[in-house]
């Protein structure tokens, strides 16, 4: 019903920035929010931050500071631009539909040090 597009991963020096966009298509007036996840080798998946309808954003211990969430509902595309980042920042992230938890694919965030 709902379908969730990442992009925008790659490979990055540490202290570089990325931008990630999940594009989201299907029954999209379902959509209450986003969150961004990410799940690093040997790790289990974790929560990195989360935007409401409302645009109330809230962060990771990990990442606040850094990452930055946010919505363009025009183009039912969520964002989250990721700066100074550090080699533990590694990991493929995912986006999340809520109410209803669709996940998308995941795209690979690469930092170096």
């Known amino acids: 019903q709902v379908q969730l597009v990442e992009s925008g991963g790659g490979l990055v020096q540490a202290g570089g920035s990325l931008r990630l966009s999940c594009v989201v298509s299907?029954?999209?007036?379902?959509?209450?929010?986003i969150q961004w996840y990410r799940q690093a080798p040997g790790k289990q998946r974790e929560w990195v931050a989360i935007?409401?309808?409302?645009?109330?954003?809230v962060y990771a211990d990990p990442v606040r500071g850094r990452f930055t969430i946010s919505g363009d509902n025009a183009k039912n595309a969520w964002n989250l631009q990721m700066n100074s980042l550090k080699p533990e920042d590694t990991a493929v992230y995912y986006c999340?539909?809520?109410?209803?938890?669709?996940w998308g694919q995941g795209t690979q965030v690469t930092v170096s040090s």
């Open positions: 299907g029954n999209i007036f379902s959509i209450n929010g």
């Open positions: 999340r539909s809520f109410p209803r938890g669709f």
């Open positions: 935007i409401t309808a409302g645009g109330t954003t």
